[in-house]
């Protein structure tokens, strides 16, 4: 095969040329990477990379194809992927169909054929920023930077009522004994499933819905979602959150949700270096003095002064790599979050206990 040249440009003017893969054209976002090395599928469709470019710092990607049940929303979401070596071709005999015709069905451009180590080392040591990729501005940077200035400063975008449902929705066994409402700011599927094989009957709202028509539903518990974007720019959840919590009903946050229960108690967040993107981050449960192997993808947190300065707010669970606070729980109402993601698809399933939590609580309530 003969193939076509492509280039990433960072928005502090490092350049690297490639080739192309997926879609020929033009596409960006803020750049990060995931140390994960497998899950390409789940990852690209995760709302919450939306408006990002994926570095995958695994060598070889596309090896084993798509999969229709790999997925957690109903298409990818992300701004573009770099890789090193990708694979046309795949070795699996459920797949249904290789990586390449699912980008270009998706209409996501890519680059393939950089040293992708050499661009992870620049992130860790510059920072998460925005990036390009194309097929079409060959010899011309400064065209290509006129197209990468145009991109949006993840830092103070809202982005979860764009990637949310725009009609509520059920999801699990009418019949079930718990009825819980989701706020989907971004929602993967398998926290859905998850929440479903375990007697929970989900209907998942818009991200602007109002805690009265969520009321009007007589649910047991709330659920906060994951998703997209800076959760200071998410007033109107965070008032939602405010709301929820004076219903004294169980609620659990995941990721943004994390933040937003954060946000919604007076603690503040702020946009990290480069985030924290992969399948195997060391976590410590201050409860239970345990750690636990987690999937990750946030490039936002909340402060730690601000949680262990408030009465109401315990720190439950810290990440081991930079003793960033990874879970909360409010001490006057039934109410905790984690700052990863205990659904994770593939894996690992060391946090899957966080969903027993839940319903142990909504038990108890």
């Not at 709302?47 to 798509?66: D, K, R």
């Not at 001490?331 to 905790?336: D, E, L």
Request: glycine residues 10%; proline residues 5%; negative net charge.
């Amino acid at each position: 095969m003969i193939k076509k040249k492509a280039t990433l440009l960072l928005a502090d003017g490092t350049v690297f040329h490639g080739s192309l893969i997926g879609n020929p054209g033009t596409n960006g976002g803020e750049i990060c990477f995931n140390t994960g090395m497998t899950g390409y599928q789940e990852i690209y469709t995760d709302p919450s990379y939306t408006g990002q470019v994926i570095v995958t710092t695994t060598s070889h990607i596309g090896n084993y194809g798509v999969h229709h049940e790999e997925v957690e929303s109903d298409h990818p979401t992300i701004g573009g992927i770099v890789v090193n070596s990708f694979s046309e071709t795949y070795s699996r005999l459920d797949g249904d169909g290789s990586l390449q015709d699912y980008l270009v069905k998706y209409k996501i451009t890519g680059i393939a054929d950089i040293d992708t180590r050499k661009l992870v080392r620049h992130i860790r040591s510059q920072g998460a920023m925005n990036a390009i990729i194309s097929s079409e501005y060959e010899g011309d940077l400064e065209g290509l930077k006129a197209e990468l200035d145009k991109l949006p400063d993840m830092n103070g975008l809202e982005l979860s009522s764009k990637v949310c449902t725009q009609e509520p929705y059920f999801f699990g066994d009418e019949n079930a004994p718990i009825r819980v409402a989701c706020l989907d700011f971004g929602i993967k599927k398998n926290i859905l499933r998850n929440l479903a094989s375990r007697g929970v009957y989900c209907k998942i709202y818009p991200a602007k819905t109002s805690l009265e028509e969520m009321e009007a539903w007589k649910p047991d518990a709330y659920f906060l979602s994951n998703g997209p974007g800076d959760p200071a720019a998410m007033d109107y959840a965070v008032d939602t959150v405010k709301d929820i919590l004076q219903t004294d009903k169980p609620v659990f946050g995941i990721c943004l949700g994390h933040q937003l229960l954060a946000e919604a108690v007076g603690i503040s967040t702020f946009k990290m270096h480069h985030g924290h993107r992969g399948i195997n981050h060391p976590i410590k449960n201050l409860m239970t003095g345990k750690s636990e192997i987690t999937s990750q993808n946030h490039g936002f947190n909340i402060v730690r002064e601000d949680t262990e300065k408030h009465p109401d707010v315990e720190i439950t669970h810290v990440h081991l790599n930079d003793n960033t606070v990874a879970g909360i729980k409010l001490t006057n109402k039934p109410a905790f979050s984690v700052q990863y993601h205990p659904e994770s698809s593939p894996g690992p399933h060391d946090s899957r206990y966080l969903f027993d939590d839940f319903i142990a609580l909504i038990n108890k309530n």
